[in-house]
Nanobody, 123 residues
Framework: QVQLVESGGGLVQAGGSLLLSCAASGGTFSSYAMGWFRQAPGKEREFVATISRSGKWIYYADSVKGRFTVSGDNYKNKVYLQMNSLKPEDAAVYYC????????????????WGQGTQVTVSS
């Protein structure tokens, strides 16, 4: 059973950058497709990005494409989300998730979730 722990959230001004990290333990990291999701107050959890086990397949939500970059490090058992040009509407709790099948935009396809890290963007 893989455990996921996110870090790197915080307060940033609009236009700024943050690097989120997700550390995995208790499982074979390279066996999982990884995803990033976010949830703002009063809104449903939404897809942000996903990366395949090999790192070959990467998909982004249209709202973050060109600004966010997802990457993985199988040696460190970590996945990252580099967020640039942040906007107030990017503010949310960001979650890392893992599933042992394929990359997916659906939260329901992910079996393992971290506790989330808060990202706040001031205008």
């Amino acid at each position: 059973q893989v455990q996921l722990v996110e870090s790197g959230g915080g307060l940033v001004q609009a236009g700024g950058s943050l690097l989120l990290s997700c550390a995995a333990s208790g499982g074979t990291f390279s066996s999982y497709a990884m995803g990033w999701f976010r949830q703002a107050p009063g809104k449903e959890r939404e897809f942000v990005a996903t990366i395949s086990r090999s790192g070959k397949w990467i998909y982004y939500a249209d709202s973050v494409k060109g600004r966010f970059t997802v990457s993985g490090d199988n040696y460190k058992n970590k996945v990252y989300l580099q967020m640039n040009s942040l906007k107030p509407e990017d503010a949310a709790v960001y979650y890392c998730a893992a599933n042992d099948l394929i990359t997916s935009r659906r939260a329901s396809d992910y079996d393992h979730w971290g506790q989330g890290t808060q990202v706040t963007v001031s205008s």
